[in-house]
């Protein structure tokens, strides 16, 4: 059990990731993407929008990868949670803490994450804003950052590389200026 509960190295992650693009192809001739499923299941829960009028049933096997993604999620982020603090390079955790947030509190830390901070009026626009743009996004560039970055680059398609390049640019933007200046109005 202990590989399970500690972090796997970049070479052993990256190619198990990968090969879930052709084994997805090989098996049943699906496309891997997460963005899709939120319209599944307004499909399944019986919407009456025309963009929701589709055979839903056959990408069904969708909601169920989205339902193992949270269920994973939670067994390892609970019950085998990794009691260690989480390794940050020092001169990040010091920007970090220039900037007040601890480095202390896991991979959310909780100047950001807490109640307090989440119902606050600056943290909840910030939630609602954020997840508009990830909506929008995924919607006007026709798919999420793991139907691009991994489906679309494996199929070399140039949109999913314009994409890609897109989300690691808006990234960057994000924790080098949005994020500080945010952090400004807490």
């Given at each position: 059990?202990?590989?399970?509960?500690?972090?796997?190295?970049?070479?052993?992650a990256g190619p198990l990731i990968g090969l879930t693009v052709p084994l997805l192809l090989l098996i049943g001739n699906r496309r891997f993407g997460i963005s899709s499923s939120l319209r599944h299941l307004c499909a399944a829960l019986g919407s009456q929008r025309p963009f929701f009028q589709y055979n839903w049933?056959?990408?069904?096997?969708?909601?169920?990868?989205?339902?193992g993604i949270a269920l994973g999620g939670f067994v390892a982020g609970v019950l085998w949670a990794n009691p260690?603090?989480?390794?940050?390079?020092?001169q990040t955790a010091l920007a970090l803490a220039q900037m007040g947030v601890s480095a202390d509190?896991?991979?959310?830390?909780?100047?950001?994450?807490?109640?307090?901070?989440?119902?606050?009026?600056?943290?909840?626009?910030?939630?609602?804003?954020?997840?508009?743009?990830?909506?929008?996004g995924a919607r006007w560039a026709a798919g999420c950052t793991s139907g691009h970055s991994i489906t679309g680059l494996a199929a070399l398609?140039?949109?999913?590389?314009?994409?890609?390049?897109?989300?690691?640019?808006?990234?960057?933007?994000?924790a080098h200026l949005l994020l500080p200046w945010l952090l400004l109005w807490r």
């Open positions: 059990m202990e590989w399970l509960t500690q972090p796997w190295p970049w070479y052993i049933r056959a990408e069904s096997w969708n909601l169920a990868f989205v339902l260690h603090p989480v390794a940050l390079n020092p509190s896991g991979f959310l830390p909780k100047e950001l994450f807490s109640w307090q901070a989440v119902l606050s009026l600056p943290g909840a626009l910030f939630l609602l804003l954020g997840g508009f743009l990830i909506g929008f398609q140039l949109p999913s590389l314009l994409a890609t390049l897109g989300f690691f640019v808006g990234g960057l933007i994000s």
